[in-house]
């Protein structure tokens, strides 16, 4: 690895181009009427990403309530202008920005919509300034996830993977109260399911031939199952299946079970590794 001293001049350089890079967009914000410079530089409040991305919204919602409905600009739907730099679509048609999905798509930059360039602005300068916030916020939220794993209940949910907490990446749907989770246990075991316990460790298994069921039943209304291949090389990255089962369904549960499991088994067999499926053939004849 070739090594390059520091370079002062570069140095230099860098921190004047970073410096007139934030006056560009300050200037930008300080174009605007106090109120909307108040709004856009009201980010100093949040603490974490999530209230950045809270007050980001609700920075946008603010922003499109103060457009106006142009008639001029579509006779078929209610379009508008960028209030803040009267900006808008020019099309054939129609102009402005259909309200408010369009406009929320200009001053977000989402999609293939030009972006604002004063919200482009005003968001990379708090994003910069929060960005230390941002690390200290993440940090203290690990050291309670932590904490939390080392003291609460968690969930076998993936053999290669660490167990997960009663709320941990719930993408969907909230977590089951004690109540709701009992019962989803008592369901498990009409299934036939093994409940291990280790520690504060849970995993609730079923084995089928050569594959690996781990029932996950965090998530309040519904049951996930997750079908591993129990003989495929830890060292491989793990191709699993998954299926579902719903509170609601009271009729024949095992036959349901059953029927999914077998499809989610089905799908997994051919990706099963060679060496794996080899083992499971019979050997030949010796000759002679």
Not at 23 to 46: F, G
Not at 110 to 132: D, K, M, W, Y
Not at 163 to 171: R, S
Not at 217 to 224: H, K, Y
Request: net charge neutral; proline share 7%; charged share 30%.
């Amino acid at each position: 690895m070739v090594y390059y001293p520091p370079n002062p001049v570069a140095e230099e350089r860098i921190r004047r181009l970073e410096e007139e890079l934030y006056c560009a967009r300050r200037d930008i914000i300080d174009l605007m009427s106090p109120e909307v410079t108040k709004l856009l530089t009201s980010y100093y409040s949040c603490n974490s990403e999530r209230e950045y991305y809270e007050w980001w919204h609700d920075t946008i919602d603010t922003i499109v309530s103060m457009a106006e409905i142009d008639p001029k600009a579509s006779y078929l739907q209610d379009r508008g202008w960028c209030p803040l730099c009267k900006g808008g679509s020019m099309g054939p048609y129609d102009s402005g920005f259909t309200l408010p999905e369009g406009l929320k798509r200009h001053l977000s930059g989402f999609g293939n919509t030009h972006q604002c360039p004063v919200t482009r602005a005003a968001f990379h300068i708090a994003r910069h300034a929060l960005r230390e916030t941002f690390e200290a916020s993440r940090e203290a939220a690990q050291r309670k996830v932590e904490e939390r794993r080392r003291t609460e209940r968690v969930f076998m949910t993936d053999p290669s993977s660490s167990p997960q907490l009663c709320d941990e990446h719930l993408w969907s749907g909230k977590p089951r109260s004690a109540d709701e989770l009992a019962a989803a246990e008592d369901r498990l075991r009409g299934l036939n399911f093994q409940i291990e316990v280790n520690d504060n460790v849970v995993a609730y298994k079923f084995c089928h031939e050569h594959f690996l069921v781990l029932a996950d039943p965090r998530t309040a209304g519904r049951i996930e199952f997750r079908v591993f291949d129990s003989e495929r090389p830890k060292r491989r990255a793990r191709t699993i299946e998954t299926f579902h089962l719903l509170d609601t369904w009271k009729n024949d549960l095992p036959a349901k079970f059953r029927e999914r499991l077998s499809e989610a088994c089905a799908r997994l067999a051919p990706q099963r590794p060679r060496a794996v499926a080899a083992r499971k053939r019979p050997s030949s004849p010796p000759s002679g």
